[in-house]
């Protein structure tokens, strides 16, 4: 079980308490956009095996958006951070690179 943290109200918990919304850090496409952005945003997910960032939502909380790091093999947590961010903060980035070398954020953007 993940224990995350939400970073606009604190609150460390299960995730049972919050909600994924999917892959964090990609744009999303919705009325207006052609049917080849509309298609490529709904059906072709990334499924990484190691580091992923995901959007959660604190739905028993605060009902805030936010994002986190974590590692799908593991499950270990990274890190938790706003959803108003284009990537993620430096610390987090660096907890990362620790345990695993070689790793870069320049895969994801």
Not at 43 to 52: C, I, Q, S, T
Not at 89 to 96: C, E, G, L, S, V
Not at 99 to 104: A, I, L
Request: hydrophobic residues 30%; aromatic residues 12%.
């Amino acid at each position: 079980m993940l224990i995350l943290t939400c970073p606009c109200c604190g609150v460390t918990a299960e995730e049972t308490e919050f909600h994924g919304g999917g892959e964090a850090h990609i744009k999303r496409y919705g009325p207006g956009s052609s049917d080849d952005e509309f298609h490529g945003y709904l059906f072709e997910k990334v499924n990484p095996k190691g580091v992923h960032f995901e959007r959660w939502r604190h739905a028993n909380g605060c009902g805030k958006w936010f994002h986190a790091a974590r590692c799908t093999v593991t499950l270990e947590v990274f890190g938790t951070y706003s959803a108003q961010t284009t990537e993620p903060p430096q610390d987090i980035k660096d907890k990362i690179s620790a345990k695993r070398p070689g790793w870069s954020w320049r895969e994801f953007a």
